[in-house]
């Protein structure tokens, strides 16, 4: 051993007034030390303990931070060093309001000029009320540290109406109405209802926007149309198969998707499904938001590459018509058919062609009811690639028996997690929305309720690991609709974290029974009980969420990211009104072996802002379950009654 390394191992070098100091270990060992706090006061409080410890944290910390406690999350890229922080501020304070169900609800109506000119339309000369027209949105926003540009676009019956938002923590800016008419353009009400649309969002577009708003009606027009200013509306494409193709009809749009990395348009009929090139040669290499916008003429109608017609394959059984359809990758097609026994179907597109399949071992899972599971409403990939050796072909999938099941194609079982609501436990879901796999939210097909379901998978982050022990349970107590034993813990007032107890109340806190999924009932029409026919969200870390009803828009924002300070002028084609909510805790989630072991009624809660009346002390309203909106004197009896 040479003299040197003998020189590094004296310990006569080690002296009391040489002790660790944590702000003196390398930034990579604090990093690591970083990675096991899980609450944004454990970094904070870090921070302000030496000079050094600022500098790392303020640098890497925030970002160490958010990647473990969010990695469920699709988070936005890139992201400044400076905005780190503010974007743990966001999504802790967003992960509090979903646990906490502290929703701020507004619901966009159709002022009555326009209802009436509707009605004038579908009746000339009678004064006869008509059906409300299906709400079909998609949103798209853009964010630049604390600001952020949002534009949500919905169709209402053969008319588009978008609204774009600019806003700056939270506070609304400026916002800008854009209308288009329908009939001024030729369509007809009904027969050329919007029945789907999307934002088409792109890399290609100028700094990651939307690059145009892909339309489909009931009449089998699809259409790219201009977002931009005065051509909103404008016709940038016009996809439309030959009549002289028999096989290739586009009587109708069910649904559609698209896939940019195979730049292919993929469009449902009732039998068939039809791939057409999304963009041309000009937008192969950039934003072709230009094309035909001076053209006073109508672009050419863009032919399919290829229609499939489902219904001439051998082998599968009958169905009645395709009900949605999503790109799992850009090569895999997931199908959704209505009254059939194989109601779910994958496609194939390889070069050879397109091959179909059905879901892999699902017959067993297959009622003998072929009236209840014989239709898969909603389809929606997952981004399975933060859960380890999760980043497979991953969707989820509504059924009409009420259940929604997710389902990882790599995987031999047939569904790896079922999921329904414990209240209504056989309504089924039209629409759906995910958060990363955090949670997820469905539209229900019988009635105006958003139906909230936690994926149960490993939480990153927990707000109640930030708030102060306790021995008691966390209030109030839920009411589940199946008889379910609360759980049991050692009833300890302090958590031990050497030791690695918790505290009663923090141990409670983290048990699936005081996290129970709950459904919210929207405000709805006077005699109407519509379903939801459409969700949107612009991305895992939108704080607002959209639900179109029939004939009105409700939106959904999170509390704490809930608009302020700003009054619309002119003279807006909606109006836009506060509204309140109900809500239902619904259990745990998982699938019922029997729908008979739904046996109570729990309690309904009504969002009032009248509960600040009640001044109870903020350091035991904080504690409740929910939110100060939703909760009630009773609640607090064994604490102070």
Not at 47 to 57: K, P
Not at 403 to 421: E, P
């Amino acid at each position: 051993m040479s003299s040197e390394t003998l020189d590094r191992l004296k310990f006569g070098s080690l002296t009391l007034s040489e002790a660790p100091r944590l702000d003196s270990l390398p930034d990579d060992v604090l990093l690591i030390i970083l990675s096991y706090l899980r609450t944004a006061q454990d970094i904070s409080h870090l921070a302000l303990s030496s000079r050094r410890l600022h500098q790392v944290i303020s640098v890497d910390g925030w970002r160490t931070f958010v990647r473990n406690c969010f990695h469920n999350l699709s988070l936005p890229s890139p992201v400044s060093d400076n905005d780190w922080k503010e974007l743990a501020k966001k999504l802790t304070s967003q992960s509090r309001d979903w646990d906490r169900r502290a929703f701020v609800f507004h619901v966009f109506s159709r002022h009555e000029r326009l209802a009436r000119g509707r009605n004038r339309r579908n009746n000339p000369g009678h004064n006869s009320q008509t059906v409300p027209c299906h709400i079909i949105v998609d949103v798209h926003s853009q964010l630049s540290g604390r600001t952020e540009e949002e534009t949500v676009v919905w169709g209402a019956g053969e008319d588009l109406v978008a609204l774009a938002r600019r806003k700056y923590d939270n506070v609304i800016r400026s916002q800008t109405w854009r209308r288009y008419s329908g009939a001024e353009s030729g369509f007809t009400a009904g027969r050329d209802d919007v029945t789907s649309l999307s934002i088409l969002k792109t890399a290609r577009s100028s700094q990651g926007g939307a690059s145009g708003l892909l339309v489909g009606r009931a009449s089998g027009d699809l259409r790219l149309l201009s977002m931009s200013g005065e051509n909103f509306g404008h016709t940038l494409r016009h996809y439309r198969p030959s009549t002289s193709e028999n096989n290739a009809e586009q009587k109708e749009i069910q649904f559609f998707d698209t896939n940019e990395k195979s730049n292919l348009l993929a469009a449902a009929t009732k039998d068939r499904i039809l791939f057409y090139p999304l963009q041309g040669q000009e937008g192969a290499s950039g934003d072709d938001t230009r094309v035909n916008l001076a053209a006073t003429e109508e672009p050419a109608p863009i032919q399919p590459n290829e229609a499939f017609n489902i219904g001439d394959v051998r082998g599968p059984p009958y169905f009645r018509f395709i009900r949605s359809l999503k790109f799992l990758n850009d090569e895999t097609v997931a199908v959704g058919l209505t009254s059939s026994t194989e109601p779910l179907r994958y496609l194939t597109l390889t070069p050879a062609g397109i091959e179909s399949s059905g879901a892999p071992n699902i017959a067993g899972h297959l009622s003998s009811d072929e009236y209840h599971l014989g239709t898969v409403r909603a389809l929606l990939p997952i981004n399975a690639g933060s859960i380890a050796s999760g980043g497979g072909n991953t969707i989820l999938t509504s059924w009409d028996d009420g259940t929604i099941r997710l389902q990882d194609l790599r995987t031999q079982s047939a569904f790896d997690r079922i999921y329904q609501d414990h209240f209504e436990p056989t309504t089924p879901v039209n629409a759906l929305v995910s958060y990363g796999f955090e949670r997820f939210v469905g539209g229900s097909a019988r009635a105006p309720v958003l139906k909230i379901f936690d994926f149960r998978w490993s939480k990153g982050y927990d707000y109640t690991e930030s708030l102060p022990c306790g021995d008691h349970a966390p209030m109030p107590p839920p009411r589940p609709p199946t008889i379910t034993s609360e759980p049991l813990v050692a009833a300890r007032s302090r958590c031990d974290h050497l030791r690695g107890c918790l505290c009663r109340w923090h141990a409670l806190s983290r048990e699936i029974y005081y996290r129970p999924n709950c459904n919210v009932y929207l405000p709805k029409r006077a005699g109407s009980d519509t379903p939801v026919h459409s969700l949107a969200k612009a991305s895992d870390i939108s704080p607002t969420l959209y639900a179109g009803l029939a004939g009105s828009l409700v939106e959904l924002t999170l509390k704490t990211s809930s608009e302020r300070g700003f009054q619309p002028s002119g003279n807006p084609p909606y109006s836009y009104h506060k509204a309140k909510v109900n809500i239902i805790e619904t259990g745990d989630g998982t699938a019922l072996s029997d729908i008979s072991e739904s046996q109570r009624m729990p309690i309904i809660r009504a969002q009032s802002e009248r509960r600040f009346d009640y001044h109870f002390p903020a350091s035991i309203t904080k504690r409740h379950r929910l939110d100060e909106w939703l909760q009630d004197p009773h609640d607090f009896s064994d604490l102070y009654l």
